[in-house]
C-alpha cells in the first residue's frame, strides 16, 4: 500500500505561485504513475496534471497549460505541482493520487484510474 500526504496549500493572490508536494509513504514509490486533481466547492473532482514514472511524461488540463507544471523525485519518494500566474477559479482542494503502472510509460488522466488518494490541501487564490 502507499499512502499520500499532500502539503504546501494555502492562500494566495492572484497572479502568484504556490507549490504542492505530495509524499509518499509505504511501497516504492518508483512504479505508480501520479497524478493532481482538484475540486472546487460544489463542483466534481477534476483531473489537472499527470505524469508517468518512468518517461516522466506529463499531460495538463486545458484550463492550466502554461501555468502549472508536475513533476515528481522518485528518489524522495515526492511529486509537486508547481503552481504560477494563479487564478481565483484555481481555489480548490487539491488531490495527489497514484496508481501502480508497470510500463512506467502512461499517464492516467481519469479518476477512476487512480486507486490510491491524499487527503487532500486546500488552495485559495484571492483576486
Known amino acids: 500500500q502507499v499512502q499520500l500526504v499532500e502539503s504546501g496549500g494555502g492562500l494566495v493572490q492572484a497572479g502568484g505561485s504556490l507549490r504542492l508536494s505530495c509524499a509518499a509513504s509505504?511501497?516504492?514509490?518508483?512504479?505508480?504513475?501520479t497524478g493532481w486533481f482538484r475540486q472546487a466547492a460544489g463542483k466534481e473532482r477534476d483531473f489537472v496534471a499527470g505524469?508517468?514514472?518512468?518517461?516522466?511524461?506529463?499531460i495538463y488540463a486545458d484550463s492550466v497549460k502554461g501555468r502549472f507544471s508536475i513533476s515528481r523525485d522518485n528518489a524522495k519518494n515526492t511529486v509537486y505541482l508547481q503552481m504560477n500566474s494563479t487564478k481565483p477559479e484555481d481555489t480548490a482542494v487539491y488531490y495527489c493520487?497514484?496508481?501502480?503502472?508497470?510500463?512506467?510509460?502512461?499517464?492516467?488522466?481519469?479518476?477512476?484510474?487512480?486507486?490510491?488518494w491524499g487527503q487532500g490541501t486546500q488552495v485559495t487564490v484571492s483576486s
Open positions: 493520487a497514484a496508481v501502480i503502472d508497470y510500463s512506467g510509460y502512461y499517464v492516467y488522466t481519469r479518476e477512476y484510474s487512480y486507486t490510491h
Open positions: 509505504g511501497r516504492t514509490f518508483s512504479t505508480y504513475a
Open positions: 505524469i508517468s514514472w518512468r518517461s516522466g511524461s506529463t
